[in-house]
Structure formats: structure tokens, C-alpha cells
């Protein structure tokens, strides 16, 4: 019955099935379900939707302007080993770093009624560009 709807154009979640397939280039699982060998499939699709995930990421990342930090931090999507040896309370601080979740200029003179252009974003401490990682 669903399938059927499906093919009336209604929508449900076998939609959203077909939906899934066609976006992630499996348009050919829909179509010719019987000739698919479930087990070799299902490892396909998966890497396939976090392919598709880590390039997405990594683009956003690539051109969005407050993450210009981040993209130096973190170049690969995966966990940093380095993470689970540090203690809790550097691990707090790289966080708010590599977030840009700190109190440096660079971040805080983006917002409110007295932003600073990017550029004109110096140290409070040694009046330098605080942003050389930006």
C-alpha cells in the first residue's frame, strides 16, 4: 500500500527511501531492488552518505568566514587523538579556541553596536593582529 502511494505521488517514508537512494546515486536499488546483495550494499550506501557528509563539511568549513580558525584546527573529520590525552581543563580552553569561543578580539569585535572591521582587530595586551591564525 505504501509503495503504491509512492508511486501516486503521495508522500511517506517509503518517499523518503526512494528519496535517500536517488540523492545518493542508488537510483538503481529502486528500480532493481532483487539484483542487490543487502550485506555489500548497506556498507555502499553508508560510506557513500558520510563521503558525501565530510565533503559537505569540509566545504562549509572552506568558505565560511567565522570558521576561519577552525579550518586550521581541524582538517580531517575524525576525533584529534590528542584530545583524549589532554587533561579536562586544556581541553576546555582548545575547545573554545578552535570554536572561536574566546575572548580575543578577533571574535569579540564582530558583534555588537562597536565592531571593529577584521582587520583593525589588534590585541588588547600587545597591540598586535591577534589574528594570525585568521
Given at each position: 500500500?505504501?509503495l503504491?502511494?509512492c508511486?501516486?505521488?503521495?508522500?511517506?517514508?517509503?518517499t523518503?527511501?526512494?528519496?535517500?537512494?536517488?540523492?545518493?546515486g542508488?537510483?538503481?536499488?529502486?528500480l532493481?531492488?532483487?539484483?542487490v546483495?543487502p550485506?555489500s550494499?548497506?556498507i555502499m550506501?553508508?560510506?557513500?552518505?558520510?563521503?558525501?557528509?565530510?565533503?559537505?563539511?569540509?566545504?562549509?568549513i572552506?568558505v565560511?568566514?567565522?570558521?576561519?580558525s577552525?579550518?586550521h584546527?581541524?582538517v580531517?573529520?575524525?576525533l584529534e587523538?590528542?584530545l583524549?590525552?589532554?587533561?579536562?581543563k586544556?581541553?576546555?580552553?582548545?575547545a573554545?579556541?578552535?570554536l572561536?569561543?574566546?575572548?580575543?578580539?578577533?571574535?569579540t569585535?564582530r558583534?555588537?553596536?562597536?565592531r571593529?572591521?577584521r582587520?583593525?582587530?589588534?590585541?588588547?595586551?600587545?597591540?598586535?593582529m591577534?589574528?594570525?591564525?585568521?
Open positions: 500500500m505504501l503504491e502511494d508511486r501516486n505521488g503521495k508522500n511517506n517514508w517509503v523518503n527511501v526512494k528519496s535517500l537512494l536517488e540523492n545518493f542508488f537510483a538503481y536499488v529502486w532493481n531492488p532483487t539484483t546483495n550485506v550494499f548497506h550506501f553508508k560510506k557513500r552518505v558520510l563521503d558525501c557528509f565530510t565533503q559537505n563539511w569540509s566545504e562549509s572552506a565560511s568566514g567565522v570558521l576561519s577552525y579550518k584546527f581541524k580531517d573529520f575524525e587523538p590528542y583524549d590525552i589532554l587533561p579536562k586544556i581541553r576546555f580552553y582548545i573554545k579556541l578552535r572561536s569561543s574566546h575572548p580575543l578580539k578577533i571574535e569585535g558583534y555588537g553596536i562597536n571593529i572591521e582587520h583593525e582587530r589588534l590585541c588588547d595586551y600587545c597591540d598586535t591577534n589574528s594570525i591564525l585568521y
